[in-house]
């Protein structure tokens, strides 16, 4: 089992550009979390998404936006990144019977 | 809406001394709490959880904690610490399981642990 697999793992953009980052769920898990993590601080909970809709979204911008693809997995999108976007963003999965979040190694974005 | 306090941004310990991380939570209904561990450049990796019961919990590598509703908090501890168990730790409360799996969750903003040797 590869568990949570998230894609690239570092990535350097521009201010002002967009960037997709990728998240393939642990095998059987069909709900997908996103959290982005600034430097020195604890994840903050962006969105998840659960049958292929958002169900759940915390405090973030609709800059950030993201898809469910049948196959569960899931792609996170940013658009007019700034600055304060450069952050590790971490993809968590889970089963639909339990509250046990799994969670990926995470892409490392670095907006200059 | 929901919160978690970790009041210690760093605790040094010794090898082989005990260890407690403080852990306070603010949310109205009874609460789903985890412990997470994060080392540099890594992913998080669930140390344990509780979600009802035994307010004693028992997780991997050794760690317990305990859910104390009267004191709103989830302490971890452990026995006996080892120069691996350095690594960034977080608390989080969540809503748990509402038909699509695991809520989001609300991190603290983490404790970082040095082992002295």
């Known amino acids: 089992d590869a568990g949570v697999t998230q894609s690239p793992t570092h990535l350097i953009k521009t201010r002002g550009q967009q960037v997709t980052l990728r998240c393939s769920p642990k095998s059987g898990h069909d709900t997908v979390s996103w959290y982005q993590q600034a430097l020195g601080q604890g994840p903050q909970f962006i969105f998840q998404y659960y049958e292929e809709e958002e169900r759940q979204r915390g405090n973030f911008p609709d800059r950030f936006s993201g898809h469910q693809f049948p196959n569960y997995s899931s792609e996170l999108n940013v658009n007019a990144l700034l600055l304060g976007d450069s952050a590790l963003y971490l993809c968590?999965?889970?089963?639909?019977?339990?509250?046990?979040?799994?969670f990926g190694q995470g892409t490392r974005l670095t907006v200059v | 809406a929901q919160s978690v306090t970790q009041p210690d941004i760093h605790i040094t310990v010794s090898e082989g001394a005990s260890l407690e991380l403080r852990c306070n939570y603010s949310y109205g209904a009874t609460p789903y709490l985890f412990w997470y561990v994060q080392s540099p450049g890594q992913g998080l990796q669930l140390l344990l959880k509780?979600?009802?019961?035994?307010?004693l919990v028992q997780g991997i590598k050794g760690f317990e904690a305990e859910f104390k509703r009267s004191q709103s908090s989830f302490n971890l501890r452990k026995p006996s610490v080892h120069w691996s168990d350095a690594a960034e730790y977080f608390c989080a409360v969540g809503e748990g399981y509402s038909g699509g799996g695991a809520d989001g969750l609300t991190f603290g903003k983490g404790t970082h642990l040095i082992i002295q040797p």
């Open positions: 509780y979600f009802s019961g035994d307010t």
């Open positions: 968590a999965s889970s089963l639909p019977s339990n509250t046990e979040a799994f």
